[in-house]
């Protein structure tokens, strides 16, 4: 689905991850209107020079992978998600999204912040 954006940080920095879901969705698109706003999004997303997924970051995931397993959460949980989650943690930012997901995420691992947009 397609929402518009609420207003974005000042700053935003953006995963790797993200940059491969927003390939995804551009070549999921089901036509020319969605296709051109979704291949915008993954433009404007690539000139932000993409954090990668690190060592500390893959730390970060099984240490969240685990706390949303305690959580009872982890089977509503994507894989992608929980990386661009533990990229944010490791770099002390918050996950900027319209994801519901990431909520469930924060609840289970309090040193992920979430905006809502």
Known sequence: M????GPLPERV???VVTIGEL???????????ILA??????????????????????SAWA????DCRRAGVHRTVRLTDA?????AVVHGLPVV????????????HSSLRVIKV
């Open 23 to 33: 390939e995804l969705g551009v070549l999921a698109a089901v036509d020319e209107t």
């Open 97 to 108: 999204t319209q994801d519901g997901d990431f909520d469930q995420i924060a609840t289970a």
């Open 2 to 5: 397609d929402r518009p954006l």
């Open 63 to 66: 240490r969240l992978v685990i």
């Open 13 to 15: 920095a953006v995963s």
């Open 83 to 87: 990386l661009i989650a533990a990229t």
């Open 37 to 58: 706003r979704r291949a915008d999004t993954l433009a404007l997303a690539r000139e932000s020079d993409p954090i990668p997924v690190s060592e500390a970051v893959m």
